[in-house]
């Protein structure tokens, strides 16, 4: 282990003063006897000796990122149709899904969540496949759970899909997703880059599911007859409503297209196919998977099989290696992570530690540097289909995904980077005015920033029969914009710099009436505000009106014990804005919200560190089982196992680092006045 003495800047100094040895303003004397007088100097050492433990060899952090158990019920499907499913992983996907299912018979989506309709679902058939049979009292409770919301005709669109490529049901149960989508030209309104990245990832192998229609059978004697809960009943997403509409239209378009199928002469068919199976592998050659999430990695492989090619096949058995990197087994439970988030595990960690005090120069920070370096992505991507003019710069999530760049990634990439003393300066400094100049290129019109994607936000896409999975596009949010503000901000930029202020005024659009603001990639107001307010310290506008409304309403959301909490019910019942179990990454984000606008000494803020400090465990960690992070808003949810350490200890020292007047250095700065002379370019075509 490091030396204390050469770990952080100024310790013993610190530890000498009387205040520090008695955690004054920290709001201890409401903690327990035994955790009172500890100082919160200790607490923050312990916390950066933990998370500078968890780096890897190569210099990155990785943490499990967590999801409910429709992926593992997924995998059955999957296994079955690879010859698997009677390898020891069956029994133990079994088990850990079986361990999930909650006292109502169903599945839900996040820790204390309530049944929700296509877990069940899945869970169900996945038990099933594993061996359960369908009188047992689990499976019974779980059909009568089935029924009672909605049946399978009200699944999502995926599940039938997936159900009538294995032929259980009808492909008339399942949206067209011909792979003639392939043809439409970019200046349609409806073609392949109106959609969000992700989706495209899904969607294309799954055209190529749908032309082929692969003979795919699962065992013998089964069925999912049981689970409609009217026999016959066609799925309401496939079903007119009302007058005209979107909805309507999308919905008449799709019969038109399974007419279509149905028809002998398919004069675009082949080049369809050959368009959409290029496409494919061209993204396979650049990642680890296509698109790096599980979704799209395994329908890849469908898509492979269901052109002739079988486990054999080098690429074939390439990408189920990939997919099996995502499993962890246990003894008894084999579970499946969605994604592996090394990048941005990694600059979480490193912004963490670099507000708690280690050296600029430490190698601890200097590995981690390097290792960023090495993977920023300076070829072309997706993304450049809508932004021509922008230059390659920025990082993606995972490992290797170098189609798929995101603005949220490269810029906590940038904060991380901007505070590391790197021998390789001049390196540094091309890396970062890469990225840089890429994150303002991808600026939206609105003055926002989606993640993936530039101008992502034709809104009447969501009608599309396929796009129940509440993620069809990728326009500007408040959470990504406040964090390309912040990493601007952290480099001096001002507040009067063009990208800055159409970047403030979105955030003002967006802001909610009681002050909070959404958070579209963490749950949720709580992790949106609390962004939004960090930014706006960064360009100095903490006591402006919008920023004071905000400290209130993170005042009168923090929980008795002073911590703060938030469920995933919240995207669905406005009723649950701010309200859940105190979890230390959430009362790490309120936190950092408050320190942002309020003043250190604020009662709300030492609660709130006082709350983090007591609930810290010996090894300098902290515990939490609840779902801090969305993929999709009400549809998919995450636990990023490495929030619950990275993130209190950034808010304690930023705490800390306040307390004592001290700022932390920036030894990277790109002024703003390199980028004037590009103005339209590199905002997104709004300069």
Excluded at 52 to 64: H, K, P, T
Excluded at 123 to 146: C, E, F, M, N
Excluded at 365 to 381: D, S
Aim: hydrophobic share 40%; net charge neutral.
């Amino acid at each position: 282990m490091t030396p204390e003495s050469t770990l952080r800047a100024g310790t013993d100094a610190e530890n000498s003063t009387a205040d520090a040895r008695n955690g004054a303003g920290v709001g201890f004397a409401a903690a327990a006897p035994r955790e009172r007088h500890r100082p919160i100097e200790d607490v923050i050492d312990r916390g950066l000796r933990w998370l500078i433990s968890a780096q890897s060899q190569d210099g990155y952090w990785w943490g499990e990122l967590e999801a409910d158990t429709t992926l593992e019920c997924d995998y059955l499907p999957y296994l079955h149709l690879l010859g698997k499913l009677g390898s020891e992983k069956t029994a133990k996907l079994a088990n850990f899904i079986r361990q999930r299912q909650l006292t109502d018979g169903g599945w839900g989506l996040f820790p204390g969540g309530p049944s929700e309709l296509n877990a069940t679902v899945k869970a169900y058939i996945g038990l099933r496949l594993a061996g359960d049979v369908a009188s047992a009292p689990h499976l019974q409770t779980a059909k009568a759970k089935i029924h009672v919301l909605g049946g399978l005709e009200s699944t999502n669109s995926y599940v039938r899909f997936y159900l009538a490529m294995f032929g259980a049901i009808d492909w008339s149960y399942a949206p067209a997703i011909p792979p003639e989508l392939m043809l439409l030209p970019s200046w349609l309104p409806v073609n392949l880059y109106d959609m969000s990245s992700w989706t495209r990832a899904i969607v294309v192998p799954m055209t190529i599911i749908y032309a082929l229609k692969p003979c795919w059978t699962l065992p013998e004697g089964f069925s999912v007859n049981e689970l409609f809960k009217a026999s016959g009943e066609k799925p309401p997403s496939l079903s007119f409503s009302g007058f005209v509409s979107w909805r309507n239209v999308f919905i008449a378009l799709d019969r038109g297209l399974k007419l279509y199928e149905r028809s002998p002469w398919k004069p675009f068919r082949k080049a369809a196919l050959a368009r959409a199976n290029k496409w494919m592998l061209e993204r396979l050659d650049r990642a680890e998977g296509l698109a790096t999430i599980y979704p799209s990695m395994m329908n890849s492989v469908y898509a492979m099989l269901a052109q002739g090619s079988d486990t054999t096949d080098p690429l074939v058995s390439r990408e189920i290696r990939f997919l099996e990197r995502y499993e962890i087994e246990e003894r008894d439970t084999l579970r499946i992570q969605p994604c592996i988030s090394p990048v941005w595990d990694t600059a979480i960690a490193m912004v963490s530690l670099e507000e708690a005090g280690v050296d600029p120069s430490h190698p601890v920070l200097v590995k981690a540097g390097r290792w960023l370096l090495e993977n920023q992505i300076l070829g072309g991507g997706d993304w450049q289909v809508k932004n021509p003019a922008g230059a390659p710069g920025g990082w993606a999530f995972e490992f290797r995904n170098d189609v798929y760049p995101d603005v949220d990634d490269t810029a906590f990439v940038l904060m991380a980077l901007c505070r590391v003393a790197l021998p390789e300066q001049e390196r540094l400094h091309g890396a970062v005015r890469r990225g840089v100049a890429w994150l303002l290129s991808m600026q939206n019109r609105d003055g926002g920033w989606g993640a993936f994607d530039h101008e992502n936000n034709l809104q009447f896409l969501n009608n599309i029969p396929f796009a129940d999975h509440n993620a069809m596009l990728d326009p500007s949010t408040s959470d990504v914009t406040a964090r390309a503000m912040e990493s601007l901000g952290q480099m001096g930029w001002p507040s009067t710099h063009p990208a800055m202020q159409r970047g403030r005024a979105f955030l003002h659009r967006e802001q909610c009436a009681d002050g909070s603001w959404f958070g579209r990639w963490g749950v949720n107001y709580i992790y949106g505000t609390s962004g939004v307010l960090r930014a706006v310290e960064k360009i100095g506008e903490r006591s402006s009106a919008p920023c004071r409304r905000a400290a209130e309403w993170l005042r009168s959301v923090q929980n008795a014990n002073g911590g703060f909490g938030e469920t995933p019910a919240s995207y669905d019942d406005e009723s649950f804005k701010g309200k859940g179990k105190s979890t230390a990454s959430q009362t790490a984000w309120g936190l950092i919200g408050l320190l942002a606008v309020a003043d250190v000494n604020d009662p709300a803020v030492e609660r709130a560190a006082a709350w983090l400090a007591v609930n810290q465990n010996p090894d300098g960690s902290w515990d939490e089982d609840e779902f801090t992070g969305t993929g999709f808003p009400r549809v998919f949810y995450l636990k990023y196992h490495l929030y619950r350490n990275s993130f209190p200890l950034y808010a304690l020292a930023r705490y800390d680092n306040i307390r004592k007047g001290r700022q932390r250095p920036v030894t990277v700065q790109i002024p703003c006045g390199e980028f004037r002379s590009k103005g339209k370019q590199n905002s997104g075509g709004n300069g």
